[in-house]
């Protein structure tokens, strides 16, 4: 068992106080931000900076999203108990975790192997149990489609048609499309099978890689 004491209770609190300030306000996202112990995501080298409000490396060159980040998105999503979710870029389960906390199923798929099997592994460990699934999740998961939600956590540099297809009708999907250095935020909902698109702030994500993606691997 992760432990969890008084002190990262404490700093836990506080991320979840500068998130409210910097503009979070669905009490659901805060709620679940406040109870996902994050340092567990992190080696013990780097655990002092669990819950400061910033993306951090976690191997094979990936990151774990900023928390502000996982928090803008989630929110977005209005995600309610029981919605069918799909993410793609499982990363570290830092933001399938929050998902899982907020009563949604959650598909997440990752591209790289090793992350895959590391995140599978260690998990459902904490308790948070999606369905983990390895591939080029630029073309979304259509055995298990369609989707109330999609949330994509790497930088696209189109929306992949792929995802709006498996786009349940009245979705919504979140997702950063830009060139490989900044992308806009862009929400994506569907109604009587029209799109609609709303935008956001700019971000920087690693790249969506795959087929509809920036390609390669
Ligand atoms: N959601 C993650 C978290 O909570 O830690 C952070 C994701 S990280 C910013 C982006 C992830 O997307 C990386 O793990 C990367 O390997 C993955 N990725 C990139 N292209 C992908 C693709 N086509 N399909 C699935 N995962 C992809």
Do not use: C
Request: positive net charge; charged residues 25%; aromatic residues 10%.
């Amino acid at each position: 068992m992760i432990e969890d004491n008084y002190r990262q209770r404490g700093l836990r609190n506080n991320l979840v106080k500068k998130l409210r300030l910097k503009g979070i306000l669905d009490e659901e996202v805060l709620a679940a931000i406040g109870k996902v112990p994050r340092h567990a995501f992190f080696d013990d080298a780097l655990l002092s900076h669990a819950y400061e409000d910033k993306a951090f490396p976690i191997g094979e060159g990936q990151t774990i999203s900023q928390p502000y980040t996982v928090a803008f998105q989630t929110e977005k999503l209005r995600i309610r108990p029981s919605d069918k979710v799909l993410e793609i870029g499982t990363g570290s389960g830092y933001q399938a975790a929050i998902l899982v906390e907020m009563g949604a199923k959650v598909y997440t798929i990752e591209f790289q192997k090793k992350l895959y099997e590391r995140t599978k592994e260690f998990l459902p460990s904490l308790g948070y149990k999606p369905y983990f699934f390895f591939g080029d999740g630029s073309k979304g998961i259509l055995s298990k489609a369609p989707f109330d939600k999609i949330i994509v956590t790497a930088g696209a540099p189109v929306i992949p048609t792929a995802l709006i297809e498996q786009l349940a009708e009245g979705g919504i999907m979140i997702i950063p499309v830009g060139d490989r250095e900044k992308q806009m935020m862009l929400k994506i909902t569907k109604r009587n099978g029209k799109i609609t698109q709303e935008e956001f702030d700019n971000f920087a994500f690693v790249p969506l890689l795959g087929e509809q993606g920036w390609g390669g691997k």
